[in-house]
């Protein structure tokens, strides 16, 4: 069964420093997504994309968060510079068709712990 | 923000029972609704989806009722095994948006 693909599984990095986390959505989707859960807490929305831009991003998704379809193949998602409370777990999600109630399909996640 | 909420942490179950897990809201404009189930080191994985229109959906061992006027969402999993044991999130889709609002989930431990 086709999955996405997310690497790094796990990154730790020193605060104010730049990440990059990288994932490989399902090849024939043309949606993309990001969230992430802090240790203990719900799933939160933070982008979609589409066709290149972005479509909708949540007040977490600021200035120092930046997404980014490099090649066909991946999806990036940046953190300028890392604050203590960016530590989380991050999912990438892609979807064929971008209507939510057919579920969109996650990858295993990121992750990052920010020191 | 708490519009979607899932108000028991976790849930025992013995292995052959039902599993009722439940789920409520507060905005009414939420177009679908929607149950993930995670286990440990994996994203969640989509189970089973509910037009608001709609007031029950079926699928295998899975159903999911809706009550609109109660706000309501329960998940029934008919008859429960032990590899049902996950988190179980409910998620909400707001009309005209290309986000998901999650719970904050309930853990299922189905025993034998």
């Known amino acids: 069964e086709p999955e996405v693909t997310q690497t790094p599984s796990h990154q730790v990095t020193q605060m104010g420093q730049e990440v990059i986390l990288r994932c490989v959505p399902i090849?024939?989707?043309?949606?993309f997504y990001w969230y992430r859960q802090i240790l203990g807490q719900k799933v939160e929305f933070l982008v979609s994309f589409y066709n290149n831009e972005i479509s909708e991003k949540s007040e977490i998704f600021d200035d120092q968060f930046s997404v980014e379809r490099p090649d066909g193949s991946n999806f990036t998602l940046k953190i300028r510079s890392t604050k203590l409370e960016d530590s989380a777990m991050y999912f990438c999600a892609s979807s064929a068709w971008g209507y939510t109630n057919y579920g969109y399909t996650f990858g295993s996640g990121t992750r990052l712990t920010v020191v | 923000d708490q519009q979607v909420k899932q108000n028991s942490p976790s849930l025992s179950v013995q292995e052959g029972r039902i599993s009722i897990l439940n789920c409520d809201y507060t905005?009414?404009?939420?177009?679908?609704f929607l149950w993930y189930k995670k286990y440990p080191a994996e994203g969640p994985t989509f189970l089973i989806s509910?037009?608001?229109?709609?007031d029950k959906n079926e699928d295998g061992r899975f159903t999911v009722f809706l009550n609109k006027s109660a706000k309501h969402l329960s998940l029934h999993i008919v008859p429960s095994q032990p590899g049902d044991s996950a988190v179980y999130f409910c998620?909400?889709?707001?009309?005209?948006?290309?986000?998901?609002?999650f719970g904050t989930g309930t853990r299922l431990q189905v025993f034998p």
């Open positions: 090849s024939n989707h043309l949606y």
């Open positions: 905005n009414s404009m939420f177009d679908y």
């Open positions: 509910i037009s608001s229109i709609k």
């Open positions: 998620a909400a889709d707001p009309n005209n948006t290309d986000k998901l609002i």
